[in-house]
T-cell receptor, first 114, second 112 residues
Framework: ETGVTQSPTHLIKTRGQQVTLRCSSQSGHNTVSWYQQALGQGPQFIFQ???????GRGNFPPRFSGLQFPNYSSELNVNALELDDSALYLC?????????????FGSGTQLSVL | GENVEQHPSTLSVQEGDSAVIKCTYSDSASNYFPWYKQELGKGPQLIID?????GEKKDQRIAVTLNKTAKHFSLHITETQPEDSAVYFCAANRRSQGNLIFGKGTKLSVKP
């Protein structure tokens, strides 16, 4: 059984650029959530995808968008990057559909915006 | 919405001692309370969770207690080992919600 994998592991962008982060969920998990973790803080919920539909969204602007594919993998897209977007972006999959239980997190993508 | 506060922010113990981390939550409708351990360079790992219909849950050296009346829950680690050193996060929300609300974390250091 493979775990949650994220790519890339590190990324450096400049303000105003766009970025796409990728996540492969754990085998058999059809629910994927994305979290942003600023340095020294707990993860903050961005949104969740279940069966290719957005199933809840946190307090993030529309320039944060996502997709889920038929194989349950997911993408997080951020447009018009700002300096404050610098953070660790975590993807989590769950075996319990459309809930927040038993989340399995990947190791994250460290995004630096200069 | 839910708000979770966690303390202490740092905790240092001697190997073999016990460690206790406490969290309070604001939404009385919350019914799911997981604890995550995050090691350097890794994502959070679920170590134990509890639902609101249970007051205590144990898994070897780790236990979680929940006081619904006071709206607080705690993580207890007994016989600490150096490999327990990490940042621990509590979280809370309703199970039916898609998101978890995390505390700010506790950095636990276990000294040999």
């Amino acid at each position: 059984e493979t775990g949650v994998t994220q790519s890339p592991t590190h990324l450096i962008k400049t303000r105003g650029q766009q970025v796409t982060l990728r996540c492969s969920s754990q085998s058999g998990h059809n629910t994927v959530s994305w979290y942003q973790q600023a340095l020294g803080q707990g993860p903050q919920f961005i949104f969740q995808y279940y069966r290719e539909e957005e199933n809840g969204r946190g307090n993030f602007p529309p320039r944060f968008s996502g997709l889920q594919f038929p194989n349950y993998s997911s993408e997080l897209n951020v447009n018009a990057l700002e300096l404050d977007d610098s953070a660790l972006y975590l993807c989590a999959s769950s075996s319990t559909p459309a809930t927040n239980e038993k989340l399995f997190f990947g190791s994250g993508t460290q995004l630096s915006v200069l | 919405g839910e708000n979770v506060e966690q303390h202490p922010s740092t905790l240092s113990v001697q190997e073999g001692d016990s460690a206790v981390i406490k969290c309070t939550y604001s939404d009385s409708a919350s019914n799911y309370f997981p604890w995550y351990k995050q090691e350097l360079g890794k994502g959070p790992q679920l170590i134990i969770d509890i639902r609101s219909n249970v007051g205590e849950k144990k898994d070897q050296r780790i236990a979680v207690t929940l006081n619904k009346t006071a709206k607080h829950f705690s993580l207890h680690i007994t016989e600490t080992q150096p490999e327990d050193s990490a940042v621990y996060f509590c979280a809370a929300n309703r199970r039916s919600q898609g998101n978890l609300i995390f505390g700010k974390g506790t950095k636990l250091s276990v000294k040999p």
